[in-house]
């Protein structure tokens, strides 16, 4: 696996890009001169974790004879200041289906992909708690 990382232009936006040509836009915030032009490199982080846990839960469900209409994931987190970096404190992952879903294949599917499945997750809860819910069909479970 490769990722290549080039900076776009003389401010803070950068494309990153893997050995299949896929990209991604990172950009700093204003405060430190970017410009708005791509994610933050630490909410690409979050959304890395909501695609790492998305494709397990899809999967999972998928040998479990079950289809989501839709699969949306929700993530919140809080950071912890130190002195020049701040790491994730605490993530919050909600987990919204749609669809005529089985509730206990669904809490099955979640469970092992946050805990023990999702790469993403295990790198991120060395820092921090990560708790999640679920909603299906617009009831939390």
């Not at 206990?104 to 708790?131: G, H, P, W, Y």
Request: charged share 25%.
């Amino acid at each position: 696996m490769e990722i290549i990382v080039k900076r776009q232009n003389d401010a803070m936006h950068f494309i990153a890009q893997n050995d299949d040509g896929a990209i991604v836009h990172l950009d700093g915030s204003a405060d430190i001169g970017g410009q708005n032009l791509g994610i933050r490199p630490m909410q690409n982080l979050l959304a890395s974790l909501g695609g790492c846990s998305g494709i397990d839960i899809q999967l999972i469900l998928g040998k479990q004879r079950q289809t989501a209409d839709t699969l949306e994931m929700h993530i919140s987190a809080e950071r912890q200041q130190y002195d020049t970096y701040s790491l994730f404190k605490e993530i919050n992952v909600l987990f919204v289906l749609t669809g005529e879903l089985d509730k206990n294949k669904v809490q099955k599917a979640v469970e092992l992909s946050m805990q023990k499945f999702c790469s993403v997750a295990k790198v991120l809860e060395k820092t921090a708690t990560i708790n999640y819910q679920i909603e299906l069909n617009k009831v939390k479970i």
